[in-house]
């Protein structure tokens, strides 16, 4: 059977889908849009007490399906792990506000009167497992009170969950995602994080039937664990799962199956004739319980017949022939980070700029996407986004930057940001963040502290060292932030 659509129809199909699929975000995706890659079933597993994940990859999405149960029921289903179905989870600490957790202000003040985070977050866990006496109380202060002047009752609450739920044969899940949202201060968010580690330590030591999961930052769990007993640190570290959206062979190579195996997904099942026609042309799709549709194993996880499928969308090559690369290779090579991490958003924002670039540029090409919009999408902008989300600071410290050439040395780095006057700007930065009543990300280590702020760019993707000593940048930053590179990913200028 003929692989091959209309292109009029296989550009409306990757506008809609596409578009359909940035208007949602990790609290709003709908299940038929969810996507389970396989790289992220350890990230489930109830044993697995940390998940770590760089901004974009995930940690709110699986904190929130393993809270709604029409989406964990599907990740049971297509990960075969049939004890998710007799799993409830409560949100000790999210994304939501107004969901009964404490407030930025509350960490600040119950913090600055010395309440220690594991008991603070203990306070939380049985108040969301609905412990009637601290669900009684109307004030955090009085709860983490109340658990401090009843010394045994911690005790007793996990004694009787645990009973219950191996009566009921189910297992009670406690979760903590937005840890960046604990506090603008850097140190003051890794030591209430480290109060979440040693309860959770403390659930799996204690009992069988009550599990807590951390999802959090790389870099934010390195912090956290200096507030660990150490014997507890390689506890949580052998208990770590990664979202990642790529797997590495033995060479070190990464293949990137499933940011594609996603992008087809959403095709796949949205909701239009042209999808279904799409299904027709790459058959043996199914069908699901829940009326979602997989995708075929080819499609979903082989990269030649991926490629295949690329191919009708892009052709093979990024250029004339294969010495300009290949169209599905592209992408997923040019907006990695630093560390090698690439997330679904920028990936599929990629492909929509692509896509509308093409119908401007090239609107008589014979394929949706052409080659020169593809290799110009890297610009787009929407991996710098989610940084931002995270780190907002990062903003500050590379528009000092704007103009150079990479590779740069440090110390010119350094010098251009003394000139800018950034750790000033930073500081201001944090005093307004203190001073906000909402929720505010947190800030650097050590504004004043430039080197340092070197190295928590570098910690974070957003600058490599080369073996020459000089800092280098990856393009999915380096074209956003407006600095050349000879042989680079061209900025692209717009006139008005």
Sequence with gaps: MSHTLPVVELRTLLHDALSAALATDALTLPAPLMYTPDVHRPALYLESTVVRGQPGEGKTFWARALTDRQLRTIA??????????????????????????????????????????TVLWSAVALTALGVPDLAALTTWTERVDWLIRNQGATDRSLAEFEASAKATDTVRLVLFDALDQLHHDRALAEHLASGMLNLAVTLSRRTTRLRAKVFIRPDMLNGALAGVPRPDRGFLTSRAADLAWGRSDYLGRTARTELHGLFIHLLGNHDSAEAAAFRVAWPTWGRSQDCRYTAPSGLNGDPKTQEEFFTTLAGRFMGANARNGYTYNFLPNHLQDALGVITPRPFLTALATALEDTGRNHPGHDRPLHHDDLRHSVGCGARATELHQALPWVRLAMEPLAGQQVPIWEEDVIDLWERSGLAGQLQDSAREAGNDISRSRTGPRNTASLPQLLEELVDAGVMCRRTSGQLDMPDVYRVVYGLGRRGGVKRTVTTA
Excluded at 79 to 106: K, S, W
Aim: charged content about 20%; aromatic content about 8%.
């Design 76 to 117: 049971a289903r297509e990960y075969r792990m049939p004890r998710l179905e007799r799993t409830e989870a409560v949100t000790a600490f999210g994304t939501q506000l107004g969901t009964g957790q404490p407030t930025a202000g509350e960490l600040r003040a119950l913090t600055g009167w010395g309440v220690q985070p």
